[in-house]
């Protein structure tokens, strides 16, 4: 089982400015920070974090990858999982009442606060995918002493898996187990979870070039996987 | 005047508590609803989304203020109705039919209000007939539609289509937005505006309204 304690998914300070579009260098006003940590206390208040990891074959894995067959072509993940010393199915949510809680602060008009708690959120739901994702690594270290591997998380919807992937994903996880359904839309309920792949591998594996097509459309050109890629 | 500059002062610095008396004292001091809004609340209110476009300040600023303009607003709204003073026009807003995410449509909402237009918001999972009906209902100028999914941006088009299938792509304009969005796929389906950003779609209502006049 993963562990995931509140003190490790609250996200720093600079996360969330950064989420909330503040550029590289700037500084949030009084009233900003004092409402971050409104936000963090709410996130705390809040927060029912539940994950699922499952281990898979690759071979099965090729499978639900393929989904409905609606990938991109060519995908960074295809070469980058056949090469992995494991793969996990993951799931994680911080349930319906952090997504209720930005709700209510909108319907009251406390549109600052409820802007900062989704961001704090949506960053606080990333962070559960290192958790995992470090979790993932011991378990290869222990079992084949490579301690060098890391583990990333690749998700449906991003990197050319289409997003229609979580049908699959779903059917074989079920983290319906932690009160995560699929919408028509292939959208997870509650609103601040996440789910995928986590491969653990050399670096190596997951270094690809970011000349696919989908890359140029790309609006997070700092998210782990290309943040990994990139040369230094 | 004096108590239409400390309005906008107030509003700048999200002062939700101050803005309420400044404008009671405002419409004491003999001021009509109108010029509060436009030279008080308005004014202020574009100051805060200028400094936002330039990077000067950042969103939850934004918001602050928003959230003081309407503070405002709950006064001078009955006055300005019962003066019979229309709004600078009414848009429809929703995310589109599959998805669940309305961050950013409530952003996009906020901004436009702060900068005088009406809003109707149908809230998430929209589908195409009805994000015309309401248009059509209350003769909004624009239709406003974001999408986080790539599965759900088709229902942008099918609203496109149904205006023009309508006749009514003249008088309703469409903006679209939302993380997957993009300039060439506004340009793709026939929509007429796009917004990266909540300023920026509000600029480009603000270039519609001119457009259908």
């Known amino acids: 089982m993963i562990d995931f304690p509140l003190a490790r998914l609250q996200p720093l300070p600079a ?11 700037g500084s949030p006003s009084p009233r900003s920070a004092a409402l971050l940590q409104r936000a963090l206390e709410l996130f705390r208040e809040n927060s ?19 989904g409905r067959g609606q990938n991109a072509p060519d995908t960074p993940l295809t070469g980058i999982f056949q090469r992995a010393a494991s793969l996990h199915l993951f799931a994680f949510t911080l349930g319906a009442r952090i997504s209720h809680a930005i ?4 319907e009251h008009d406390d549109f600052a606060l409820g802007a900062v708690l989704d961001a704090v959120a949506s960053v606080g739901a990333d962070n559960a995918g290192r958790i995992a994702a470090e979790w993932a690594e011991r378990q290869v270290a222990a079992e084949n002493s490579a301690a060098a591997d890391r583990a990333f998380l690749y998700s449906p919807g991003y990197c050319g898996w289409h997003i229609s992937g979580q049908e699959k994903l779903f059917a074989s996880l079920r983290p319906e187990r932690i009160g995560i359904s699929l919408n028509t839309s292939f959208l997870m309920n509650p609103l601040k979870s996440i789910s995928g792949v986590l491969v653990t591998g050399t670096a190596a594996i997951h270094r690809f070039s970011t000349v696919y097509p989908f890359c140029d459309q790309c609006k997070s050109p700092a998210c782990r996987e290309r943040a990994t890629a990139r040369p230094a | 005047m004096k108590i239409l500059k400390q309005i906008a002062q107030c509003l700048e610095t999200g002062d939700d508590a101050a803005v309420p008396p400044l404008v009671s004292q405002a419409l004491a001091e003999g001021l009509v609803p109108k010029t509060i809004l436009d030279e008080g609340l308005i004014a202020g209110m574009n ?21 003081a303009m309407y503070a405002g607003m709950d006064i001078l709204k009955p006055l300005l109705i019962r003066s019979g003073i229309s709004s600078r026009g009414r848009v429809v807003i929703g995310s589109v039919q599959g998805d669940l995410h309305d961050i950013g449509k409530n952003l996009v909402g906020i901004m436009l ?29 624009a239709i406003g539609m974001s999408a986080l999914l790539t599965t759900t941006m088709p229902v942008m088009k099918e609203v496109v289509d149904r205006l023009k299938a309508e006749k009514l792509s003249d008088r309703i304009k469409t903006i679209i937005g939302g993380a997957p969005v ?3 796929y506004a340009d793709e389906i026939g929509a007429d505006a796009y917004g990266y950003d909540c300023a920026q779609a509000v600029a480009g209502v603000k270039k519609l309204a001119e457009a259908v006049g």
């Not at chain 1, 709700?103 to 909108?106: D, I, N, S, T």
């Not at chain 2, 100051?47 to 476009?53: A, I, L, N, P, S």
């Not at chain 2, 702060?114 to 195409?128: H, K, R």
């Open chain 1, 15 to 25: 996360a969330v400015y950064a989420a909330l579009g503040l550029k590289s260098g």
């Open chain 1, 48 to 66: 029912e974090p539940r994950g699922i990891c499952e281990p898979v074959a690759a071979g099965e894995f090729a499978g639900i990858y393929a």
């Open chain 1, 103 to 106: 709700g209510l602060l909108f």
């Open chain 2, 47 to 67: 100051t805060v989304g200028e400094r936002f476009r330039i990077h000067e300040i950042f969103l939850p600023d934004v918001l602050m203020a928003a959230r």
């Open chain 2, 113 to 141: 209000k702060g900068a005088g237009f009406e809003v109707i918001d149908l809230g998430n999972d929209v589908g195409a007939e009805k994000f015309v009906a309401a248009a059509k209902d209350h003769g909004a100028l």
């Open chain 2, 182 to 184: 993009s300039k060439g």
